[in-house]
């Protein structure tokens, strides 16, 4: 059974910078779609980033680009949001999502009806 669980979250000052985890457990199959996504109250579920495992193909939304970075450690199967210069239109609920694809055109598709396992999601508040 596909198991996310996300950590990291927390509270940051306008500038700062935090790493969201995301360790997945459960996965067999190489070739798999795994993403990033944010909800603010009023706002819908939105994708951050994604990566796809079988080639290491990343891509980050345009709202973020620049100051965040997707990346993932295969040795402990853990993915990661590196997100610097943050700014308080950032302070949202991040949830990390996976689900299999058959390549990288597939996954960077996929919207978020598309991924069936997700995380509890942490929140991150930017403020002073």
């Known amino acids: 059974e596909v198991q996310l669980v996300e950590s990291g979250g927390g509270l940051v000052q306008p500038g700062g910078s935090l790493r969201l985890s995301c360790a997945a457990s459960?996965?067999?199959?190489?070739?798999?779609?795994m993403g990033w996504f944010r909800q603010s109250p009023g706002k819908e579920r939105e994708v951050v980033a994604r990566?796809?495992?079988?080639?290491?193909?990343?891509s980050v939304a345009d709202s973020v680009k620049g100051r965040f970075t997707i990346s993932h450690d295969n040795t402990k199967n853990t993915l990661y949001l590196e997100m610097n210069s943050l700014k308080p239109e950032d302070t949202a609920m991040y949830y990390c999502?996976?689900?299999?694809?058959?390549?990288?055109?597939?996954?960077?598709?996929?919207?978020?009806?598309?991924?069936?396992?997700w995380g509890q999601g942490t929140q991150v508040t930017v403020s002073e």
């Open positions: 999502a996976a689900e299999r694809a058959i390549d990288y055109v597939s996954c960077s598709r996929f919207t978020r009806t598309d991924f069936g396992y």
């Open positions: 459960g996965f067999t199959y190489i070739r798999y779609c």
């Open positions: 990566f796809y495992r079988n080639t290491g193909s990343r």
